[in-house]
C-alpha cells in the first residue's frame, strides 16, 4: 500500500534560553537524527544554523519562523526548490574590514559549495540593533530604520531577482557582559536571538521570501573555558555560512488556505521562483512539490515551551504533539496548561521512538508492558454495546 510521506515539524523556540537549541546549532544532531526516521522535516534556522558549522540534510525544510506560523495556520504553503538565489544585504553599520569578511565568505560559498547569489546590497542607512531582555528572561530587540531594511531587501527582489534573502546586520559588542559570558559557557540565554527573529520576520511578512540572519560583531578574546555548545560562534569572524547554505534550498512560499482564499494553492511573491523542484526524500520513492499543514504528521516542542503560534495552530489539527521534557527553557508554558493533548518524554532519544512507532502506525500503549483491557461503552445510562 502507497502512503503520503510522514511529515515532522521540529520546533525549538529562539531566544528562550532552550538547554538544547539555545546555543550554536546545538540542536542540529537532534534534527539529524529526526531526518533519519521522518520523510519530510520542516524546521527553523535556530535549529539548523551553527554559524559556520552546518550539515545538509535533503529532506529537511528550512523554515524562518514567521513563514513557519503561516504554514501551521494553513495559510502558506511550502513549495521545495533546488537552489534559490540568494540576495545579501550588509547592514550600512558594518565596519569597512568587517564587511570585506562577510563578502570574502558570500564568494566562498558561490566558489566553493556551488551556491547561486546575486549582487549584494547595502542599506541605505544604519539598522541601528537594540537588545531587549524580557521579564520572562527571554531576548527579543528592535532596529531603529527597518525602513532602510525593506528599502534593500525590495532592490534585490526587484532588480537582482533574488529569491531568498540574506541580512547582516551589525549588533551592539558586549563583551564584559554577564549575559554573553554565561551563553559562551552554555548558561542562560543567547543575547542575540530574539533580535535576530525581529529582523527576518519583517522582510518575510513584508515579502514572503525566505530570509534568515546572520549577526556582525567583531570576534571575542580567546576564552579556553567555552562550552561546546556555543564553540561554533568562536570559529571565525562571520556566522553567515550557515545561513547562505540553508537560504540557497529555503523552500519558496505558497500563498492561500489550502483549497481556500483568493490566490489558492501555488501562487506565491517575491522576486523570481528559484529552480522549482520536487522533493525527494531519501526513504521513499514519494514526491511532492507542495507541503501544507494538513499534511503534518508530527510535531516535536520543548515541554515547557508550548505558547508559540506555531504550536497552538497544530494542536487544532490531527498531529502528534511530542513535549520533550528535558529540553528546559526560561518559558513556564506546558502542553497541559493550555489544554493541548500530548505525549510527555523526557528526552529526544524517546521522542524518536515514539515517532519510529507513529510512522509505522503501532499504538505507543502496545510498546509498553501492563496493556489493559478494553472497556465497554454504553448508549445509555443502563445498557453496554454489545454487539
Same mark, same amino acid.
Given at each position: ?292 499543514? !494538513? ?76 496493556? !489493559? ?15
Amino acid at each position: 500500500m502507497i502512503q503520503r510521506p510522514y511529515a515532522v515539524v521540529l520546533i525549538v523556540p529562539t531566544g528562550v534560553g532552550a538547554t538544547l537549541g539555545g546555543y550554536a546549532g546545538d540542536a542540529l544532531p537532534v534534527a539529524r537524527a529526526i531526518a533519519r526516521v521522518s520523510d519530510i522535516l520542516i524546521t527553523h534556522p535556530n535549529v539548523l544554523n551553527g554559524a559556520n558549522l552546518y550539515w545538509n540534510l535533503p529532506n529537511a525544510l528550512y523554515v524562518e519562523g514567521y513563514a513557519l506560523d503561516r504554514f501551521a495556520a494553513g495559510e502558506w504553503g511550502l513549495q521545495p526548490v533546488r537552489q534559490n538565489r540568494v540576495g545579501l544585504i550588509l547592514d550600512r553599520a558594518i565596519e569597512p574590514d568587517l564587511r570585506v569578511r562577510h563578502l570574502q565568505v558570500a564568494d566562498a560559498t558561490r566558489a566553493t559549495l556551488g551556491l547561486n547569489l546575486t549582487d549584494y546590497v547595502v542599506t541605505d542607512a544604519p539598522l541601528q540593533v537594540e537588545l531587549q531582555t524580557a521579564a520572562s528572561g527571554a531576548s527579543w530587540g528592535t532596529i531603529k530604520n527597518p525602513g532602510s531594511l525593506l528599502r534593500a531587501a525590495e532592490a534585490l527582489i526587484d532588480r537582482a531577482k533574488a529569491e531568498a534573502i540574506a541580512v547582516v546586520a551589525r549588533f551592539p559588542d558586549d563583551v564584559g557582559s554577564e549575559v554573553l559570558q554565561n551563553y559562551r559557557h552554555g548558561q542562560g540565554v543567547d543575547p542575540l536571538a530574539g533580535a535576530e527573529a525581529v529582523i527576518s520576520h519583517l522582510v518575510v511578512r513584508t515579502f514572503q521570501v525566505p530570509c534568515a540572519h546572520a549577526p556582525a560583531l567583531l570576534p571575542l578574546p580567546l576564552d579556553p573555558n567555552i562550552s561546546p555548545r556555543s564553540a561554533a560562534e568562536e570559529l571565525g569572524y562571520t556566522f553567515l555560512p550557515c545561513v547562505l547554505v540553508g537560504l540557497s534550498r529555503a523552500p519558496q512560499l505558497v500563498r492561500g488556505r489550502e483549497g481556500e482564499g483568493e490566490t489558492g494553492r501555488g501562487e506565491t511573491r517575491g522576486g523570481g521562483r528559484g529552480e522549482n523542484s520536487l522533493l525527494h526524500t531519501p526513504h521513499s520513492t514519494l514526491h511532492t512539490s507542495e507541503v501544507w499543514a !494538513s499534511e503534518v504528521d508530527a510535531l516535536i516542542v520543548p515541554a515547557t515551551a508550548c505558547g508559540g503560534s506555531a504550536i497552538l495552530s497544530f494542536s487544532q489539527l490531527p498531529v502528534q504533539i511530542i513535549a520533550v521534557k528535558e529540553n528546559q527553557t526560561q518559558m513556564q508554558v506546558p502542553p497541559e496548561k493550555l489544554g493541548i493533548k500530548a505525549i510527555q518524554v523526557n528526552s529526544y532519544l524517546e521522542a524518536l521512538g515514539v515517532l519510529v512507532a507513529h510512522k509505522a502506525g503501532i499504538a505507543i500503549d502496545s510498546l509498553r508492558p501492563g496493556l !489493559s483491557s478494553l472497556h465497554g461503552l454504553t448508549n445509555s445510562a443502563e445498557f453496554p454495546i454489545v454487539e
